[in-house]
Nanobody
Framework: QVQLVESGGGLVQAGGSLRLSCAASGRISEYAMGWFRQAPGKERECVAAIAWNINKYYLDSVRARFTISRDNAENTVYLQMNSLKPEDTAIYYC????????????????????WGQGTQVTVSS
C-alpha cells in the first residue's frame, strides 16, 4: 500500500492559481489516481482523475480551469488549478485506485483505496 502526501494548498484570491502535488511512497504507474475535494457540509466529490493510460476525467465545473497530470518516474500526481473561484474552497484529497490497469479513470469514492491527509484550499472573493 502506498502512502500519499498532498501539498501545495493555501489561501489565494479569486482568479489566482495553485498547483497541488501528491507524492506517493511507491510505484503508481499502473494505478488510476484521483483528486477529490470536500467543502464544509458537502459530500466529497471527484474533481479530476487520471488513468494509467492518461485517460482523464474532470468535474464539469472545473473542466476548463483545472489540469490533472502525472509523473510516474517521480510517483507524483499534480492538479494545476487556474481561475480559482470561492466555490473551489475545500479540502483537497489525493487518492489511488484499488485496482490496477483500469483504463477509464474512476470517479466514485469506493473505487479508491488509499487516501492522503488532504490539503486546504481557500479562495477569497
Amino acid at each position: 500500500q502506498v502512502q500519499l502526501v498532498e501539498s501545495g494548498g493555501g489561501l489565494v484570491q479569486a482568479g489566482g492559481s495553485l498547483r497541488l502535488s501528491c507524492a506517493a511512497s511507491g510505484r503508481i504507474s499502473e494505478y488510476a489516481m484521483g483528486w477529490f475535494r470536500q467543502a464544509p457540509g458537502k459530500e466529497r466529490e471527484c474533481v479530476a482523475a487520471i488513468a494509467w493510460n492518461i485517460n482523464k476525467y474532470y468535474l464539469d465545473s472545473v473542466r476548463a480551469r483545472f489540469t490533472i497530470s502525472r509523473d510516474n518516474a517521480e510517483n507524483t500526481v499534480y492538479l494545476q488549478m487556474n481561475s480559482l473561484k470561492p466555490e473551489d474552497t475545500a479540502i483537497y484529497y489525493c487518492a489511488a485506485d484499488v485496482s490496477r490497469w483500469r483504463s477509464v479513470a474512476p470517479t466514485k469514492l469506493d473505487e479508491y483505496g488509499q487516501w492522503g491527509q488532504g490539503t486546504q484550499v481557500t479562495v477569497s472573493s
